[in-house]
């Protein structure tokens, strides 16, 4: 593989105007780094180039910013990191299919994406036979490797080598040949350490020394402290309740709450914590080297500081609990049920019945797109949700009459927790669930309101699902007019 060596600018001169192009990238981990800066410069250059970009959920906030900012993309899939290309999605200016991570591969399948001219994939070795070693993310990446007719490998060398043997890749077989997953328990491996990629479609292999690394902040605020006792109080009585002590294995997303909840796990009482995720950060790691973790598979791993740090000083750790895999084994469908799994996701809004907006702003504008919760609450053991009661200093109200759009649906929503209150959904009726997610979950601010609405929406059919469409979303219409969701 050494003759194909090249320098970025000529690895990324196969890529032509109008050409569909795979980036690798799972929670913005393990994207290429240079490609789409040589993109970027011939683009500013004067050059006709636009493109259509995949990628195994997003590439980093540098990469897609830059792409979004040179105009270069006509399209984009299936999740936004830069802010600039979420204003030129809401803009119409991009094409932006937002999509669910676990339908992804049934997609590219279908040939619904387009057919795949170049996937530019980040790696930390390639193998003389055409064997991939990615870096800090699995992802989409094999599939899209192997629908690809060219493949360029970025070897990046700042990434810590004791990635090499972390990852575990399995490509169930498509129907009519499916077969079941062999895997069992969150920690077996079921597959290779690599990406098997026909060495012919390799056409270059282009050397970079950039470092990725994430920061971490603890959360500040102190209603996260709320949300989070009240949801390791609701966990320890499930436990006892259900599960003879234990937890089974957790699924969590990334942000400050996702930050608290993990910080609050490391002074419970729980252990032998086992996650199974998209992707895994800092938190997660803290807890490993605490004693605290059992088992962890993922997509990716995200590398603040301090977890490259470790990484390298103590590799043995993370190789003795956690795995990395593609997006068929650790968004299944099937392997997040057999493993019973908790899901535990968080939203921008969330209405009187459960359902959930976890994507766009007044159900127009999107910020990063849905990603796998909805996979993970559909499949999961167990559906939480998690969120304040309100935001922006109580002028909006995050338990709404109706919300503005739909990620979760509230049949895949088992209990909802505020910094309020605990309501378990669970076995109760429309009726019974709008009641308790205004009298327990809702701001203080907010339940009379709410509660009026309620009363107007029976009134005025009632049904099995009673709602006032005129009524509906009129506090959003009053957020957009007036800045607030309060009433006069």
């Known amino acids: 593989m050494r003759d194909r060596i090249a320098p970025a600018e000529t690895a990324a001169g196969i890529i032509k105007d109008g050409m569909t192009v795979f980036f690798s990238g799972y929670t913005a981990c393990g994207y290429p780094k240079l490609i789409g800066g040589e993109l970027v410069r011939r683009k500013k250059a004067g050059e006709k180039l636009k493109i259509s970009l995949t990628a195994g959920a997003q590439v980093g906030q540098d990469v897609s910013e830059a792409l979004a900012e040179a105009d270069l993309l006509d399209r984009c899939t299936p999740l936004i990191e830069s802010k600039t290309l979420a204003r030129r999605a809401n803009a119409g200016q991009v094409h932006y299919v937002e999509q669910q991570m676990a339908k992804l591969p049934r997609l590219l399948r279908s040939g619904k994406l387009g057919h ?64 079941p997953i062999p895997l069992i328990s969150v920690k077996e491996r079921i597959g290779v350490p690599y990406i098997k990629v026909d060495p012919a479609k ?121 795995v990395l895999r593609n997006t068929e084994i650790c968004n299944g469908a099937e392997t997040v049920s057999r493993l019973g799994v908790i899901a535990i996701n968080t939203g921008i809004e969330v209405d009187i019945y459960g359902n959930l907006n976890a994507s766009h702003i007044t159900g127009s504008r999107v910020v990063n797109g849905l990603g796998g919760g909805a996979n993970f609450a559909q499949n999961a053991l167990l559906s939480v949700v998690v969120i304040p009661s309100a935001a922006k200093g109580g002028d909006i109200s995050s338990v709404v009459p109706m919300v503005s759009h739909h990620d979760i649906i509230e049949h895949d929503v088992d209990v909802l927790i505020t910094e309020n209150g605990i309501a378990d959904l669970r076995g109760l009726d429309e009726l019974e669930r709008a009641r308790a997610i205004i009298d327990t979950c809702a701001h203080p601010s907010y339940r009379d309101a709410l509660n009026q609405y309620l009363q107007k929406a029976v009134a005025a059919g009632g049904g099995h699902h009673p709602v006032c469409l005129p009524e509906a979303l009129h506090w959003h219409e009053r957020l957009r007019e007036t800045g607030s969701m309060r009433q006069k």
């Open 116 to 179: 795949i001219d170049v996937a530019v994939v980040e790696a930390i070795g390639v193998t003389a036979d055409g064997g991939v070693i990615p870096s800090n993310s699995v992802g989409m990446t094999p599939a899209f490797l192997e629908a690809a007719d060219q493949v360029i490998v970025e070897l990046n060398l700042a990434q810590p080598e004791a990635l090499r043997g972390l990852h575990d890749v399995y490509l169930p077989a498509a129907p009519p040949n499916a077969r």
């Open 202 to 322: 390799i056409r270059y292999i282009v050397e970079s020394n950039v470092v990725e690394e994430e920061s971490t902040e603890a959360p500040k605020d102190s209603f996260f402290k709320s949300i989070t006792d009240n949801l390791l109080g609701f966990l320890e009585h499930e436990a006892k309740r259900n599960w003879r002590g234990r937890l089974f294995p957790i699924q969590t997303g990334f942000g400050n709450l996702t930050n608290a909840f993990l910080i609050a796990l490391g002074e419970s009482r729980f252990s032998d914590l086992e996650f199974f995720c998209g992707g895994v950060s800092e938190g997660h790691v803290r807890l490993m080297e605490r004693g605290k973790v059992k088992a962890v598979s993922a997509g990716s791993l995200k590398l603040s500081p301090h977890v490259a740090e470790k990484l390298r000083s103590d590799p043995k750790l993370f190789h003795d609990l956690m």
